[in-house]
């Protein structure tokens, strides 16, 4: 190794390590915060030490708000959501991808449109439409769409997976008297496990964080998700910041093993649409 | 489509409607979700209505709601809060979309160096980017707590470290340190959220790992042999390579952050002067905080959609002359 690369090498790792430290710290000190007791939480100057760990703290913040509560119906609604996601945007990429019918063209490049289309548009009268359907209040507003598409982006991943399998896959299922239907269970879907798991970790994301709907459409904190869940420690009394720490440690968690999970799945869907 | 593909599918099916029953919910999605809607919401922004009463009180009022929100010579409140919102969020999006293209490339050349241990580093990197919602911004708001966050913490121990260099940052009253008030001050509580979207900036990197594990080693190597520095390289082999992956970044960063709502919901406080009010959490007190006024809503909805097109749409202008793809071109 010349001593130019050497250089080179130390340099990089410094800005790697520099990078990393700048990551993770706020997370450290999300972590500390949430073993103090309220009081050491808020001495100045602050410290990223912990000197008598209060693990405790994780149960009190179970204890002061109904948060167990709050992480079931985050899974709740994540659930049949993401259920909802993969079953309706698969059969959409299917017929995008596969099958013929009238206008496909069309509706394929409205689909690359709505892609492009704020959301914020939207607001109003999805809001106006779910207040005449007499959906606030429920869970409907959250669930009911990811049945109906579950997203642009996700008809998309699924369209152009399909579009990878050889077409003589097809032809031998329904020449072996298969119908569209059987084929589309039975073999198209168990050979598809990369894209339905990267839209599965991707629409269990976003509905796990999603704020702004719940915020809309929830009023009763005992329907509460994690995301309005976790805001409840800063309004009341001021803020149980070490408690607030510790909840939202936990609601990280599920997003941790999600991704942890689909993993080695998300690597071989990435390596097959660029191939 | 190709003759013999479109041959294929009529015969296999026996129908020439064969992807219609599975089309059909996201069919429904589509028309009653987003078409109709957009419709819906074009007609709601020339009325005025509170969206309470059905039908009653809604009154149509042309391009009122636009000229409201518009007019410079008004100086109602609407058009003077609209346009700061708009501000808000254009400083948000100019400042802090190309400061976080520009970390996240430089990240991303960082792991694409390929030295060991670049697995960890990566999963490191990516790590807030993944967690990401609610639970982040409430910890980056604690971390930006003047008084008791660690960042404040930090500057104060450089000062010392600096301080023969920068004696002018103590207060001359008190000769304490001066620290900024992060959330709690109207100047410092945007670049406080800039930051926010830089630590974030995991998917713009992963955006770019892809797109820099294509460029071909073969003209890397043939470079340097003609004598090319790195630099050199970089720009002439490098770059052209990942264009498209920067225009990519650059609309989806202008997309969102144009739309950026969860943030400044949650660390909107009245010490910041409105210097969070960004334009889509001032839709959402318009429509949604007494008076309800839907109309005028929909209005700025539709103004934003326009801005947001028309920061988009040059760039997309620009890179069909600039963007280099290997394939289509």
Not at chain 1, 12 to 22: E, F, H, T
Not at chain 1, 56 to 69: E, S
Not at chain 1, 82 to 99: C, D, E, I, N, W
Request: aromatic letters at 14%; hydrophobic letters at 55%; proline letters at 5%.
């Amino acid at each position: 190794m010349t001593s130019r690369s050497r250089t080179r090498t130390i340099v990089i790792y410094a800005a790697l390590v520099a990078i990393a430290s700048v990551q993770v710290l706020p997370l450290m000190f999300a972590l500390t915060t949430s073993l103090k007791t309220l009081d050491d939480a808020y001495v100045f100057p602050p410290s990223l030490t912990v000197a008598d760990p209060q693990w405790g703290n994780y149960l009190d913040a179970f204890a002061k708000l109904p948060f167990g509560r709050f992480m079931l119906n985050s899974a709740l609604i994540t659930l049949a959501a993401v259920t909802g996601a993969v079953f309706s945007s698969s059969m959409a990429g299917y017929a995008l991808a596969r099958l013929p019918w009238r206008g496909k063209r069309f509706w394929f490049v409205l689909l690359l449109g709505s892609m492009m289309l704020p959301s914020q548009v939207l607001l109003i009268p999805h809001f106006l439409t779910f207040d005449m359907l007499g959906w606030i209040g429920t869970y409907k507003p959250l669930i009911v769409p990811a049945w109906l598409g579950g997203g642009a982006f996700n008809v998309f991943v699924f369209r152009q997976f399909f579009r990878t399998i050889p077409r003589s896959v097809e032809e031998a299922a329904l020449v072996d008297g298969a119908t569209r239907w059987g084929f589309y269970r039975h073999i198209l879907m168990p050979m598809s496990k990369p894209a339905i798991v990267t839209v599965a970790v991707l629409s269990f994301v976003y509905h796990w964080r999603s704020f702004l709907g719940p915020l809309l459409y929830l009023s009763d904190f005992r329907t509460f998700p994690v995301a309005l869940g976790l805001r409840m420690y800063q309004s009341m009394a001021g803020t149980w910041i070490n408690l607030l720490m510790a909840a939202s440690v936990v609601a990280l968690i599920p997003v941790l093993l999600v991704f942890a999970a689909g993993q080695r799945f998300l690597r071989s869907g990435s390596a097959q649409s660029r191939g | 489509m190709s003759v013999s593909e479109r041959h294929y599918d009529v015969v296999a099916t026996g129908s020439p409607n064969a992807g219609l029953p599975f089309a059909l919910p996201w069919l429904i999605g589509l028309i009653g979700l987003t078409v109709l809607p957009m419709i819906g919401s074009l007609l709601l922004s020339l009325t005025r209505w509170d969206g309470l009463s059905v039908r009653e009180g809604m009154e149509w009022v042309g391009l009122a709601n636009y000229q409201s929100l518009l007019s410079v010579a008004d100086e109602g409140s609407d058009g003077r809060l609209f346009r700061r919102a708009v501000g808000n969020s254009l400083y948000f999006t100019l400042i802090g979309v190309p400061l976080s293209v520009l970390a996240s490339l430089g990240m991303a050349l960082l792991l694409n160096t390929g030295v060991r241990g670049i697995a960890l580093f990566r999963t490191v990197f990516l790590l807030p980017y993944l967690l990401g919602g609610v639970a982040t911004i409430l910890i980056w708001s604690w971390l930006f707590n003047p008084r008791f966050g660690i960042v404040n913490k930090l500057l104060r121990s450089a000062y010392v470290a600096l301080d023969p260099v920068v004696g002018l940052f103590r207060d001359a009253g008190t000769s304490d340190w001066i620290v900024p008030e992060w959330f709690y001050s109207p100047h410092a509580c945007k670049p406080a959220l800039i930051l926010l979207q830089l630590w974030l900036a995991g998917g713009a990197v992963l955006v770019f790992l892809a797109a820099l594990q294509r460029v071909p080693r073969h003209l890397h190597e043939a470079a340097l042999m003609d004598g090319a520095n790195r630099w050199h390289c970089f720009r002439a082999v490098t770059m052209p390579h990942i264009s498209p992956a920067v225009l990519f970044n650059l609309v989806v960063g202008v997309i969102f952050s144009m739309q950026a709502f969860d943030q400044a919901y949650l660390l909107y406080n009245r010490a910041q002067d409105d210097g969070l009010l960004f334009c889509v959490l001032y839709l959402y007190r318009v429509a949604f905080e007494p008076p309800y006024r839907i109309g005028q809503a929909s209005a700025i909805a539709w103004i934003v959609f326009v801005v947001i097109g028309a920061l988009v749409v040059p760039m997309m202008l620009i890179a069909r002359r600039r963007v280099y793809y290997e394939v289509s071109r």
